[in-house]
C-alpha cells in the first residue's frame, strides 16, 4: 500500500509571497493532519481535516489555510510569507478522526523563506 | 493545556549499550501515547501505540511501557541502524469525548556507535 505523499519536496520562496502544499493521504484514510516541524519548536500541529471539513486547529496565525477535497486529498496555504515561516512542513493521515488512530506522517516538504 | 518532556536530548550509546529513553507527560485524560522514529530529513515513523497504563509492546530491539506519569522506550543491544530521533506524542480528548490532535516532545538524539 502506498504510503503518503507531499508535494513538492522542496520549495524556496521569497518573503511576501504565498505557498500551497499538497498531501495524498494512504488509501482509505479519511483524516488529513499537518504539522510544521522547526529546530526550535519541534512538531507543532497546524490543523486537521475529516470529510473536507476543518476539525481542529492549532495557534498559528490566519496566514496559515488548508482545505480537503472529496478524495481526502490535501492542500495547505500560507499567504505572505515570512522568514519564520521556514520550516518542515509534514502531513500525516489516519483512518479516521475522533478516535485513537495511529497517524502515518509523509515525507514532508522543506520550505525556505528568504 | 497538554505538556510532554522527553529527556535526555540527545544519547550516545556503544553498539549492544541498551538504554532507556523517558517521556514524561501532564495531560488530562490520556487517550493514547504514541511512539515515533524519525530519520534526518524524512518523515516520523510510527512505532507504537500504548493507551493504558501497564501496558507494554515490543518490536525488534525496542520496548515501549506506560505508567501514569511517562513512558519508557527500552533498547535491548542497539545497532548502528537504530540511531534516529525518538519521538512521543500523547493524545487526549476534545470536550465531547473526541480524540484531540497529538501533541509531541522535543524527542531524543540517539546516536549508536558502532
Known amino acids: 500500500k502506498a504510503g503518503v505523499t507531499q508535494t513538492p519536496r522542496y520549495l524556496i520562496k521569497t518573503r511576501g509571497q504565498q505557498v500551497t502544499l499538497s498531501c495524498s493521504p494512504i488509501?482509505?484514510?479519511?483524516?488529513v493532519s499537518w504539522y510544521q516541524q522547526t529546530p526550535g519548536q519541534g512538531l507543532q500541529f497546524l490543523f486537521e481535516y475529516f470529510s473536507e471539513t476543518q476539525r481542529n486547529k492549532g495557534n498559528f496565525p490566519g496566514r496559515f489555510s488548508g482545505r480537503q477535497f472529496s478524495n481526502s486529498r490535501s492542500e495547505m496555504n500560507v499567504s505572505t510569507l515570512e522568514l519564520g515561516d521556514s520550516a518542515l512542513y509534514l502531513c500525516?493521515?489516519?483512518?479516521?478522526?475522533?478516535?485513537?488512530?495511529?497517524?502515518?506522517f509523509g515525507p514532508g516538504t522543506r520550505l525556505t523563506v528568504t | 493545556e497538554d505538556q510532554v518532556t522527553q529527556s535526555p536530548e540527545a544519547l550516545r550509546l556503544q553498539e549492544g549499550e541498551s538504554s532507556s529513553l523517558n517521556c514524561s507527560y501532564t495531560?488530562?485524560?490520556?487517550?493514547?501515547l504514541f511512539w515515533y522514529r524519525q530519520d534526518p530529513g524524512k518523515g516520523p515513523e510510527f512505532l507504537f501505540t500504548l493507551y493504558s497504563a501497564g501496558e507494554e509492546k515490543e518490536k525488534e530491539r525496542l520496548k515501549a511501557t506506560l505508567t501514569k506519569k511517562e513512558s519508557f522506550l527500552h533498547i535491548t543491544a542497539p545497532k548502528p541502524e537504530d540511531s534516529a530521533t525518538y519521538l512521543c506524542a500523547v493524545q487526549t480528548s476534545l470536550r465531547g469525548g473526541s480524540a484531540r490532535q497529538l501533541t509531541f516532545g522535543s524527542g531524543t538524539q540517539l546516536t549508536v556507535l558502532p
Open positions: 495531560v488530562s485524560g490520556l487517550r493514547g
Open positions: 488509501s482509505g484514510h479519511r483524516s
Open positions: 500525516a493521515s489516519s483512518l479516521v478522526a475522533g478516535g485513537v488512530y495511529e497517524q502515518y
